[in-house]
């Protein structure tokens, strides 16, 4: 068995930092800092990162197949295109919902994104209860909504043959395993 060597690499201090991406356009990781209000990139080439500030908590940031990323911030499915810094709504969610914010989200195997509200922390860890949903956001900006009552959504994957959707709500403790159908991205 080998040994794994692991070393920090980005040493710049976040406030929640998550939601990694690696995008191999831009040979860079992509990330988010939820409170901070930024999408940052870090070149390991260069070893500098570059951020875009946002005017909301951004809770995750996927690749967009014509460029860019693709963000969810505050309530808003946004197109944020890196080189002007520019955000694009593309759909709103939670609208009824003043006190929630997107929290975890990623990429299908299809090119959908999921992700995931809760409300805004009380104080640390702290929420109010059953007030997030899952949601996806297809290619031509419509929004499916899969469920609510979701307290910190948090924590997805699909299995390789891409039959189950792995989904967290962290105040659950469990790690939930959903049919999926890839065709139509349902659960």
Known sequence: MSSIKIECVVTERYRIGESPVWDEREDALVYVDITGQKVCRWN??????????????????????????????????????????SLTTLARVDEDKPNNRFNDGKVDPEGRFFAGTMSQEIRPAVVERNQGSLFTLHADHSVVKHFDMVDISNGLDWSLDHKTMYYIDSLSYAVDALDYDVKTGKT
Do not use: C, H, M
């Open 44 to 85: 390991p080439s260069t070893n500098k990162i570059q951020s875009v500030s946002l005017e909301e908590p951004v809770g995750s940031v996927a690749l967009r197949k014509s460029g860019g990323y693709v963000v969810a911030t505050g309530t808003t499915f946004a197109a944020l295109n890196w080189e002007d810094q």
